[in-house]
């Protein structure tokens, strides 16, 4: 099973829009969590069709700030317990009748507030029975490592962060990838800052369950966080393919202008040209939409995966003005292509 958790930024925006597809489409997750969402219940809800997880919980946000959705495919038996502000509490049972337990954590992000988070760790552990991984933005570092830039972290302020964990028997699950997964995107090497925030943590008995599990720290897409993935399994020993060759309709196209003007351009070309009739109308559009997937939208994505791979680079270069100005650069390159 893959999960995913993603400290979105806003979902009100095409942009956000569009790299939460992405990562649906790319990373195909079981159960995938966001946080700040800022917007409200049934806004968040119609993203369930757009993702085709159709299973949906969510927090309301506060104003601008925070918000809360959990998503979950058809078949992955799961019952959400409790919710609040900073967390989405849920039981997960696999197919062996084994339940384990998931949370989606968003941690205050004011630091005279962050005991409030630890509190309600400590509180939601209490009633634990069940083995338990939890993973968001915590909005807190464990180590001094954790931090490039910037003002260093108060040690008292990782110490009361890594007492909570271990008070919930809970330990850091380690990543792939990138160590920060956040950054204040700083146009100027002086003031920028990048940390890990954001991570995965369990219990003994959940790392006994799944003992080949993977967390990977996943690439920025519009947030300045990353998402965090976590494989319960070692899915990564094969190649990640679709099976067989049947036409199906990605939800991502209709992001794309052009669309619309392709399937009007062969519907009539079909019916009023050629005079087909429907289910031959409908294979010929099927066809086009293929042609141009694979020869534009395709050369697209190319472009787009080699602007991400050298974006991904200058990330993790020592901070520099030269390191800051190239990355700027990038990022204005890699929007004009998505």
């Known amino acids: 099973m893959k ?3 993603w400290n979105c ?13 992405n990562i649906q489409k790319e990373e195909d997750p079981d159960i995938l969590f966001l946080s700040e969402t800022k917007m409200e219940e049934n806004k968040v809800k119609g993203f369930r069709w757009k993702l085709g997880m159709t299973n949906c919980f969510t927090k309301d946000c506060n104003g601008r700030s925070g918000g809360l959705a959990l998503f979950w495919k058809n078949g992955v038996d799961l019952f959400v317990r409790a919710v609040s502000r ?3 509490d849920a039981d997960v049972m696999e197919n062996d009748g084994f339940i ?3 949370m ?4 205050e992000p004011s630091s005279d507030k962050k005991d409030v988070s630890w509190h309600a760790l400590r509180v939601l552990n209490v009633a634990r029975w069940r083995p338990w991984i939890c993973m968001g933005d915590f909005n807190e570092i464990l180590l001094s490592c954790e931090k490039d830039g910037g003002v260093p972290r108060p040690q008292v302020c990782m ?10 028997g809970l330990h850091d699950l380690g990543f792939e990838g990138d160590v920060f997964t956040w950054q204040n995107n700083s146009h100027t090497s002086e003031h920028y800052i990048r940390e890990r925030l954001d991570r995965a943590v369990a219990d003994g008995e959940w790392r006994e369950r799944f003992p080949g599990y993977r967390v990977i720290n996943g690439d920025q897409r519009h947030s300045d966080h990353r998402h965090v993935i976590v494989n319960t399994e070692d899915l990564y020993g094969g190649e990640n393919t679709r099976p067989g060759a049947t036409f199906h309709f990605e939800a991502g196209w209709v992001e794309e202008e052009q669309c619309g003007v392709i399937i009007e351009n062969a519907w009539k070309l079909a019916t009023q040209v050629r005079g087909e009739k429907v289910e031959n109308a409908v294979k010929g559009v099927a066809s086009d939409l293929w042609d141009w997937s694979k020869n534009i939208l395709g050369d697209l994505e190319r ?4 602007a991400r791979k050298k974006l991904e680079l200058r990330r993790r270069m020592p901070i520099s003005a030269h390191i800051v100005g190239r990355e700027q650069i990038l990022k204005y390159k890699l929007e004009r292509l998505e």
């Not at 930024?9 to 597809?21: D, E, I, M, P």
């Not at 110490?159 to 919930?168: Q, T």
């Not at 472009?303 to 080699?306: G, P, S």
């Open 3 to 5: 999960l995913i958790a």
């Open 104 to 107: 989606g954590f968003y941690g």
């Open 86 to 88: 900073l967390y989405i």
């Open 303 to 306: 472009r787009i995966k080699f």
């Open 100 to 102: 384990w337990r998931f």
């Open 9 to 21: 930024r806003g979902l009100g925006n095409a942009l956000a829009v569009h790299g939460l597809l």
């Open 159 to 168: 110490d009361k962060f890594k007492e909570a964990l271990d008070d919930c």
